[in-house]
């Protein structure tokens, strides 16, 4: 089945840029999602094939998706931004299609 | 506004069984793919079932795959997992998620139910 993976955590400075990646073979030849997700509270949206933003996301956040690797990027990282990030795909080619990565835990320091 | 809300969690014993409902509002639901994602504590998302705006196609995750039942009410507006031989490792909060394309994003959310296996 296909694997997402994800770094467990990644840290910046307020004001700085944050990248979280994600990876999976040939992954580009897949739409890869985001998702935001703050303590106690349900997953949100933030990025959808590869690199639109839904209604609603500053522009801040970001998406590429490229070769074995996509990326989220946020810009001018405020505190608010502090939670954990996941990608995931959908693999056609599985019975099971469904995968996340691992996720990763954004600190704003 | 869109909304979903789960629920029919809470405590069951090993082995038991539970049905999880989540009743939609503010779209046309017979309009989305729906989708069961569940997390366990302190872990990541992990996506458990899949259902066709039809009903007609359904997946599941190998974890779950002979024990969990997705369906759908398009008239009720509801979608319905029932869960079968629950195991400790299936303590979760469990969301609904929809989908206005097949294999797309999931873009709307619930607020989740969490379900606890345990005797």
């Given at each position: 089945s296909y694997v997402l993976t994800q770094p467990p955590s990644v840290s910046v400075a307020p004001g700085q840029t944050a990248t979280i990646t994600c990876g999976g073979?040939?992954?580009?030849?897949k739409s890869v999602h985001w998702y935001q997700q703050k303590p106690g509270q349900a997953p949100v949206l933030v990025i959808n094939y590869d690199r639109d933003r839904p209604s609603g996301i500053p522009e801040r956040f970001s998406g590429v998706n490229s070769g074995n690797t996509a990326t989220l990027t946020i810009t001018r990282v405020e505190a608010g931004d502090e939670a954990d990030y996941s990608c995931q795909v959908w693999d056609s080619s599985s019975d099971h299609p469904g995968v996340f990565g691992g996720g990763t835990k954004l600190t704003v320091l | 506004q869109v909304q979903l809300v789960e629920s029919g969690g809470g405590l069951v014993k090993p082995g038991g069984s539970q049905r999880l409902s989540c009743a939609a509002s503010g779209f046309t639901f017979s309009d989305q793919y729906m989708s069961w994602i569940r997390q366990a504590p302190g872990k990541g998302l992990e996506w458990i079932s899949y259902i066709s705006k039809s009903g007609s196609t359904k997946y599941y995750g190998d974890s779950v795959k002979g024990r969990f039942t997705i369906s759908r009410d398009n008239a009720q507006k509801s979608l319905h997992l029932e869960m079968s031989?629950?195991?400790?490792?299936?303590?979760a909060v469990y969301y609904c998620a929809s989908s206005t394309k097949w294999g797309g994003s999931f873009d709307h959310w619930g607020q989740g139910a969490l379900v606890t296996v345990s005797s």
């Open positions: 073979n040939n992954i580009e030849g | 031989s629950l195991r400790a490792e299936d303590t």
